[in-house]
C-alpha cells in the first residue's frame, strides 16, 4: 500500500538527512538564545479559521472528532504559538524568543518543493516592537542556511514591508480594512497571474475614483523598486498630502535602520529590497521577507514577517511579536542540488562473534561496552560457525569486531580485529571496555 499523497515515508538514509537539517535548525536557534517550546498536532479548527487567513484554511485537514468537536491538523505553527503563550502574556519574559521542529499539514496539490506533510523550523520573538527583533531574526534565517554550507550564491533574502503597502494604498484613498486586505491579496499572487486577470479583479475591488489601469501600472513601478530612494520617488509622482508624507518618511527611515541593523549582523550580501514579496498570511503587520534560491528558481525556503495585531485578536492583549518558518521540502532539494546533504552511513563501533558456549559473555561485554556509548551489534538466534558470523559482521562495516571463543575465555582473554588495518590484538576479557575507552579518548 503506498503513503497518502503528499506524505512521505522516512527509511534509514533520508531519515538520518531529515535528522541533520533538525540538528542544524536547533543548533543555530540556541547560538541565537531561542528556547525550544512544542504544542499539539490537532487544534481546534476556530483557532485557524479565524487567525490564518483564507489560502491556509481552504487548506486545511479538518474533521470532527467522536465528541463532534470540530479540530485541523495544524498547517503552521503561529496560531498555536499564540494561543500556548497567551495564557500568561502578564507574566511572559520580554522579549521571549522561542522555537520549534514541528511537521505541519496543508492540503495543497503535491507539486516539486509543496507537500501535504512537511516539517517547519519556526523561529519567533514575542514582546519585542523594535526592529532589533526583525533583524534577528533575519539574521537567524540566513545563518540556518549558511549552517549546511550555503552562501549568497545559493539564496537570498527578500525583504518587504506591508505598511509601504498600506500607504500606497492610501496615496489612492483607500483604507478600509477588509479592502486593504483584499488588494493585498491579489498583490501576493500578482507575480503568477496574467495583467488582464489581476487588471479585472482590481476593477471588482477597486472604488469607483480609482482606474485599475492606472493603479496597475503605477503599483507595477513601485513592485520594481530595488532601494529606499526608488520607493521614495515612486510615491513622489502619487498626490500625497503633509501627513501621508510624514509617514512615509517615517517609515522609510525604519527601513533604513533595519537595513542598518541587518549589515552589522553581517547580512548586506543577503538582502535584497523586493516589495514583491507581501506574503499570504493575513495576519502580518509590519515587515515581512521570504528567503529564496538565487535566480528564485522554486517555492520559498522561508517566509515571515511581523504580526503584532495576532495575540490582541486571539487574547484581547496587545503584544508584539515577528517570526518565521523554514520548511524542510525546499531546502533538502535546494542542499540534494549542491550535494551539501551529508551522506548516510550507519556507524558501528563493534560486532561481536562468538562460538555459542560463549554468548553470555559475549552478550555482557555488549552491554557494558553500550553503556559506555559504543554502538555494538551481535547475531541473533543460535550462532552459526564463525566464519559464517565474520562474513555478517563484515557487511556492517564496524570499525571492530570482537572475537570469543572457549579456548580465548579459557585464558581470560578476547580478540579485537581492527578492520582498518586488518591487524588482530588479544586483550584480557575484563579490560575490553577500559582498551575501547582509551582508544576513543
Ligand atoms: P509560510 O510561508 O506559510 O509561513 O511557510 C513557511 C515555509 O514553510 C515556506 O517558505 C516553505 O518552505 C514551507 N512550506 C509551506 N507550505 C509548504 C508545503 N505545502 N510543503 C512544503 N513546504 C511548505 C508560515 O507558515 C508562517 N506561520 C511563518 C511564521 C512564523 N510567521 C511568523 N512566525
Known amino acids: 500500500?503506498?503513503?497518502?499523497?503528499?506524505?512521505?515515508?522516512?527509511?534509514?538514509?533520508?531519515?538520518?538527512?531529515?535528522?541533520?537539517?533538525?540538528?542544524?535548525?536547533?543548533?543555530?536557534?540556541?547560538?541565537?538564545?531561542?528556547?525550544?517550546?512544542?504544542?499539539?498536532?490537532?487544534?481546534?479548527?476556530?483557532?485557524?479559521?479565524?487567525?490564518?487567513?483564507?489560502?491556509?484554511?481552504?487548506?486545511?485537514?479538518?474533521?470532527?472528532?467522536?465528541?463532534?468537536?470540530?479540530?485541523?491538523?495544524?498547517?503552521?505553527?503561529?496560531?498555536?504559538?499564540?494561543?500556548?503563550?497567551?495564557?500568561?502574556l502578564a507574566t511572559l519574559k520580554k522579549p521571549t524568543k522561542l522555537f520549534n521542529i514541528t511537521e505541519q499539514f496543508r492540503y495543497e496539490r503535491p507539486q516539486k518543493g509543496r507537500l501535504r506533510s512537511f516539517y517547519q523550523f519556526n523561529a519567533d520573538i514575542v514582546g519585542e516592537a523594535s526592529l532589533s527583533a526583525e533583524a534577528e531574526l533575519i539574521a537567524l534565517a540566513a545563518e540556518s542556511l549558511r549552517y549546511f554550507g550555503l552562501t549568497e550564491e545559493h539564496f537570498y533574502v527578500r525583504l518587504s514591508d506591508r505598511q509601504l503597502w498600506q500607504l500606497w494604498l492610501k496615496a489612492f484613498g483607500i483604507t478600509d480594512e477588509a479592502l486593504v486586505g483584499g488588494i493585498l491579496s491579489l498583490l501576493d499572487k500578482w507575480e503568477r497571474r496574467p495583467k488582464e486577470d489581476i487588471e479585472k479583479d482590481l476593477a471588482k475591488l477597486l472604488p469607483s475614483s480609482v482606474q485599475a489601469k492606472t493603479f496597475f501600472d503605477a503599483t507595477e513601478q513601485l513592485r520594481h523598486c530595488k532601494?529606499?530612494?526608488?520607493?521614495?520617488?515612486?510615491?513622489?509622482?502619487?498626490?500625497?498630502?503633509?501627513e501621508l508624507s510624514e509617514a512615509l518618511r517615517q517609515r522609510l527611515s525604519e527601513f533604513g535602520k533595519l537595513l542598518h541593523e541587518l549589515?552589522?549582523?553581517?547580512?548586506?550580501?543577503?538582502?535584497?529590497?523586493?516589495?514583491?514579496?507581501?506574503?499570504?498570511?493575513?495576519?502580518?503587520?509590519?515587515?515581512?521577507?521570504?528567503?529564496?534560491?538565487?535566480?528564485?528558481?522554486?517555492?520559498?525556503?522561508?517566509?515571515?514577517?511581523?504580526?503584532?495585531?495576532?495575540?490582541?485578536?486571539?487574547?484581547?492583549?496587545?503584544?508584539?511579536?515577528?517570526?518565521?518558518?523554514?520548511?524542510?521540502?525546499?531546502?533538502?532539494?535546494?542542499?540534494?542540488?549542491?550535494?551539501?546533504?551529508?551522506?548516510?552511513?550507519?556507524?558501528?563501533?563493534?560486532?561481536?562473534?562468538?562460538?555459542?558456549?560463549?554468548?553470555?559473555?559475549?552478550?555482557?561485554?555488549?552491554?557494558?561496552?553500550?553503556?559506555?556509548?559504543?554502538?555494538?551489534?551481535?547475531?541473533?538466534?543460535e550462532t552459526k560457525m564463525l566464519s559464517k558470523q565474520l562474513k555478517k559482521a563484515y557487511v556492517e562495516q564496524p570499525r571492530y569486531i570482537l572475537i570469543f571463543t572457549q579456548e580465548l575465555s579459557s585464558r581470560g582473554k578476547v580478540h579485537v580485529k581492527c578492520l582498518a588495518n586488518e591487524t588482530t590484538r588479544e586483550v584480557g576479557s575484563e579490560e575490553v571496555v577500559e582498551v575501547f575507552r582509551r582508544e576513543r579518548d
Request: one cysteine or more; glycine letters at 8%.
Open 1 to 88: 500500500m503506498e503513503s497518502l499523497p503528499g506524505f512521505r515515508d522516512f527509511e534509514p538514509s533520508t531519515c538520518a538527512q531529515r535528522n541533520a537539517l533538525f540538528h542544524g535548525w536547533r543548533t543555530v536557534a540556541q547560538r541565537f538564545g531561542f528556547e525550544e517550546f512544542d504544542g499539539p498536532i490537532a487544534e481546534p479548527l476556530e483557532l485557524f479559521t479565524q487567525k490564518s487567513g483564507e489560502e491556509i484554511v481552504n487548506q486545511l485537514f479538518a474533521f470532527e472528532d467522536k465528541g463532534g468537536r470540530k479540530m485541523a491538523l495544524r498547517p503552521e505553527m503561529t496560531p498555536s504559538l499564540v494561543r500556548i503563550f497567551g495564557k500568561n
Open 227 to 242: 532601494t529606499l530612494e526608488a520607493i521614495k520617488a515612486c510615491f513622489s509622482q502619487q498626490a500625497t498630502d503633509a
Open 263 to 381: 549589515s552589522a549582523l553581517g547580512c548586506e550580501k543577503f538582502v535584497a529590497v523586493d516589495l514583491t514579496i507581501v506574503r499570504g498570511l493575513a495576519y502580518y503587520t509590519g515587515f515581512v521577507f521570504e528567503l529564496f534560491e538565487t535566480g528564485n528558481q522554486g517555492r520559498a525556503l522561508a517566509g515571515g514577517g511581523r504580526y503584532d495585531q495576532l495575540f490582541e485578536k486571539l487574547t484581547r492583549h496587545p503584544m508584539p511579536a515577528v517570526g518565521f518558518a523554514a520548511g524542510d521540502v525546499t531546502l533538502t532539494d535546494l542542499l540534494n542540488k549542491y550535494h551539501l546533504l551529508p551522506e548516510y552511513k550507519r556507524k558501528i563501533d563493534v560486532f561481536c562473534v562468538f562460538e555459542e558456549t560463549e554468548r553470555d559473555r559475549a552478550l555482557r561485554c555488549s552491554q557494558m561496552l553500550r553503556r559506555e556509548n559504543f554502538s555494538v551489534l551481535y547475531p541473533f538466534g
